[in-house]
């Protein structure tokens, strides 16, 4: 779980750097020491469910096809809104992680499009 919030502190911090906020984010800001950084993920309960059962076959991820172009991606985004330490971005797009995403229905890992 730490691991996951990191990643994704260090994605959002580099998003908020290049939404034109004049302060220079650095290490520190990134990755503070002193406390733990609060993140917060609103999404509507169609939307979660929608995400949250996606899935990818095993077979067909490794499908011989592959190797001629990829295939097609069965994760799709849903709308969010995500508040990092009280900065709030209202229209993101989140998805399912990874190649083989995440196939937790509960605690699925998620890819968040600033």
Known sequence: ????????????????????NAKELTL????PTDRVIDVQITVSE???NTI?????????ALNERRQFGPIEHPYTYVDASVSIDGVVFPKVGIRKKGFIGSQSHTRPSLKIKL
């Open 1 to 20: 779980m730490t691991r996951w919030i990191i990643c994704l502190a260090t994605v959002l911090c580099l998003g908020v750097a290049a939404y034109g």
């Open 28 to 31: 520190d800001d990134i990755f």
């Open 46 to 48: 169609r939307d979660w």
């Open 52 to 60: 949250r059962f996606q899935s990818r076959n095993f077979m067909d």
